[in-house]
């Protein structure tokens, strides 16, 4: 069973960068299609980034676009976002999601897209 682990979450100031981290489980991390998504209190999970284990692309929520960049080290089986300029809206909960059935053309921006989940990281942006 796949497993997630996140890391890097903390407390910045506004205009700081933080870079999250998430190392997976499994011997076929190339083929997961991975994605960010992050949850305030009282909201709703949200799409952050998203990346296409093809190389087809990554994708980018517009509040974070220019900002936040999605990569991922598939030697490290770990997928990173690094997140620049933040912002106090951009505080929540940030989790890291797999879709390890590596569908090439699917969807990849919603929560239920995806089959495995991290426990998730707490950012906080003091303004």
């Known amino acids: 069973q796949v497993q997630l682990v996140e890391s890097g979450g903390g407390l910045v100031q506004a205009g700081g960068s933080l870079r999250l981290s998430c190392a997976a489980s499994?011997?076929?991390?190339?083929?997961?299609?991975m994605g960010w998504f992050r949850q305030a209190p009282g909201k709703e999970r949200e799409f952050v980034a998203a990346d296409r284990w093809t190389g087809g692309g990554t994708y980018y929520a517009d509040s974070v676009k220019g900002r936040f960049t999605i990569s991922r080290d598939n030697a490290k089986n770990t997928v990173y976002l690094q997140m620049n300029s933040l912002k106090p809206e951009d505080t929540a909960v940030y989790y890291c999601?797999?879709?390890?059935?590596?569908?090439?053309?699917?969807?990849?921006?919603?929560?239920?897209?995806?089959?495995?989940w991290g426990q998730g990281t707490q950012v906080t942006v003091s303004s």
């Open positions: 999601a797999a879709e390890t059935q590596g569908f090439r053309f699917a969807t990849i921006t919603r929560p239920s897209d995806y089959n495995t």
């Open positions: 499994g011997r076929t991390f190339s083929n997961y299609n």
